[in-house]
């Protein structure tokens, strides 16, 4: 794991200023990697290459970065694991393929594939997480590289003659030439989905690289270019063969699960430093801990956050699934105080909008893991593969029932329920809670029934899905001079050609955006930002293919999603014990913003201020921000919109 960074000057340029600009950029990513450092540069052909280096598999020099081939041809800059890659080093000695090795390290095993192999085969083997960027010195050619689902980031792009790239903005960012121009409409994509939505970026002139693919640029090629990256892999071809391939036996399924998931967590244990994992105390992060420690000789290390405020609270159910399996557990309480120290930080450790709210937490518990290991496991993506969220559960059925209703009835009754205000909702559905049975109880009920009224008015499957992976319904009117191009998680629906399950297509497009562009970056800013490596054993290839032919009835049955993951998870720990409302990981941010953060929300939002600096048409954020301190509705998650963008320009915009 580590922080990369470089450039490309067609044309060629001399030594000392490349080393400069290299060793700039990669110096920005010292948090990344702050075990060591290194550049290499070929003025001639105007290349250097920069990686900070955060050392987990062979600590020695041997494992240095940027990395050269045996033969002299290939010079590489890696971020990452390859899991396989001791069965990858197998394969090429069986071919007499193998150099005298140096060393134990997954780099140079990915530079004997790619020379043995190519490029292109060479990705087509690997398991694991990465971004790299590799120069073929007899072709004059960089490569850049991203694992299957994006779970280490790559953004590249032009800074005057040069095109420059790194793990974060931040790196391109202190390049000489950088002068950047804002994109509104990447901004307006922002404000729908609380992200900027790959391969996008904030910033017109910035790309990111889409996962699964590669691009390629000569030594003379044309400033300014954009070739077209191509894709090595495709979910959405592997989820649309899979629809003739289907599991019929739910105990083969559930056997098959475990061994494969069981198998991932092995391949992702492999470490030279201390390793441990997130624990939640929900299904996914425990059946990750339970298969962990299942194969391990002593007990696992775990970590978990908690909050005194209800509803935002799993520490509690974390200690007793730690306790249920033995694991060495480390829990930290947190008040408000202590997780809004981290709000100054997030726009330096998220370089463009971003403003999924669990970011606080995720970075809290990164923060105490990393005291104690190095690298830590997660159960991220369990969701996205296995129909994990309520949208999973009930928007397929929901969207059958109302395509009986009338449109003009069903954006009456949308409208009504969007008038209830969220304090009383949850006061009576709390009410009811007791006599409600498990799968029927929900947390914040109150924003249930908001949500549920924006999407009866939805017009179609297309609309409802959108509606419920949206923010702002209409960002284009909130964002001065913004414009929206049709919604990508939209767009991603209308290009599944073939006649796929409501929940197939809601689990591949997330899996495609949500997943990729929201969780794993997430979590990648928020855990590097303190050195920590994580890694997700869901998103292992075989894991994923497995879920891809895993049917709809074994993902939601009986009102639950993830249902066939709880079917493994029971073989370790007791259902009663797992089988509670879904949380998901985050904070009060609705209570936060009338009480502790009230202050500092108010001066970012005040009307002078949002138009010097001229990103949102002040009349609707002023307007949701009353209603909001008012208790008439929650708007926390549009204010956080809205806060962290205008938070961002100030540290990154106006520097």
């Not at 492999?270 to 000789?297: E, H, K």
Request: aromatic letters at 8%; hydrophobic letters at 45%; proline letters at 6%.
């Amino acid at each position: 794991m580590c922080g990369i960074a470089g450039l490309l000057r067609p044309g060629g340029a001399d030594d000392s200023g490349l080393s400069d600009a290299a060793g700039r950029m990669t110096n920005a990513l010292a948090h990344r990697g702050p075990d060591a450092s290194g550049t290499w540069r070929d003025g001639r052909h105007g290349i250097a290459l920069g990686q900070r280096r955060l050392a987990i598999l062979d600590l020695s020099e041997a494992g240095a970065q940027p990395m050269h081939s045996a033969c002299g041809r290939y010079t590489i800059t890696f971020n990452g694991e390859i899991y396989n890659h001791l069965d990858i080093r197998a394969e090429l000695e069986a071919c007499g393929a193998a150099p005298n090795w140096r060393g134990h390290s997954d780099t140079e095993t990915l530079l004997a594939a790619v020379r043995q192999w190519g490029v292109e085969p060479a990705l087509q083997r690997l398991i694991g997480m990465f971004a790299f960027a590799l120069w073929d010195a007899e072709t004059r050619q960089l490569t850049l590289a991203r694992d299957r689902f994006g779970e280490k980031p790559l953004f590249y792009g032009w800074s005057g003659a040069d095109l420059v790239f790194g793990s974060e903005l931040k790196a391109l960012a202190v390049h000489p030439d950088w002068a950047p121009s804002l994109d509104r409409a990447a901004l307006t994509a922002f404000m729908r989905y609380s992200y900027v939505p790959a391969p996008a970026t904030i910033w017109q002139c910035v790309r990111k690289l889409p996962a699964a693919s590669s691009v390629s640029f000569a030594a003379d090629t044309r400033p300014g270019a954009w070739p077209e990256p191509k894709s090595y892999w495709s979910l959405r071809d592997r989820v649309v063969a899979a629809q003739h391939d289907r599991i019929s036996s739910t105990q083969e399924a559930i056997a098959r699960l475990e061994q494969l998931l069981s198998m991932a967590v092995k391949r992702q244990c492999l470490s030279d430093v201390p390793l441990g994992a997130f624990l939640s105390g929900g299904v996914d992060s425990s059946t990750i801990v339970a298969l962990m420690q299942a194969q391990a000789s002593q007990p696992v290390r775990t970590f978990s956050i908690g909050f005194s405020e209800g509803g935002y609270n799993e520490a509690e159910d974390a200690r007793r699934v730690a306790q249920h399996l033995g694991t060495h557990h480390t829990e930290l309480y947190v008040d408000a105080r202590t997780a809004m120290d981290v709000v100054p930080k997030l726009p330096r450790i998220y370089d463009e909008p971003f403003a999924d709210s669990s970011q606080v937490p995720t970075h809290l518990v990164a923060q105490l893991a990393r005291r104690h290991v190095t690298v830590a496991l997660s159960g991220d993506a369990g969701d996205e593969l296995f129909g994990g969220y309520n949208r999973h559960v009930w928007g397929g059925a929901l969207q059958a029932r109302l395509a009986r209703l009338p449109m003009p009835l069903r954006r009456a009754l949308g409208a009504v329920l969007g008038a209830i205000a969220p304090e009383p909702a949850d006061t009576i559905l709390n009410l009811l809670q007791p006599v409600l049975p498990a799968r029927l109880k929900v947390r914040h009920a109150g924003d249930q029934v908001a949500k549920l009224g924006r999407i009866i008015a939805a017009e179609g499957f297309d609309g409802l899905y959108r509606s419920l992976c949206s923010i702002d319904q209409d960002p284009a009117a909130t964002v001065v001079g913004g414009s929206e191009q049709a919604g990508w998680a939209a767009n991603q629906m209308r290009q599944l050609t073939t006649a796929l399950d409501p929940l197939d297509q809601m689990t591949l497009a997330d899996s495609l955006s949500y997943l990729t562009d929201d969780i794993l970056q997430k979590v990648d800013r928020a855990a590097m930002a303190v050195a920590l490596e994580t890694r997700v054993p869901f998103l292992d290839k075989d894991v994923v293919e497995f879920a891809a032919r895993v049917p709809p009835d074994m993902k939601v049955r009986d009102g639950r999603g993830k249902w066939l993951v709880r079917q493994v998870l029971y073989r370790h720990v007791p259902a009663e014990m797992i089988d509670r409302p879904k949380t998901g990981f985050s904070i009060p941010l609705d209570a936060w913003l009338r009480g502790p953060l009230k202050s500092w929300a108010a001066d970012l939002l005040s009307p002078a201020r949002l138009r010097r600096q001229g990103l949102f048409d002040p009349a609707p954020v002023t307007r949701m921000f009353d209603e909001h301190l008012s208790r008439r509705h929650n708007h926390s998650y549009w204010l956080w919109n809205v806060l962290m963008a205008e938070a961002w320009h100030d540290e990154w915009a106006q520097a």
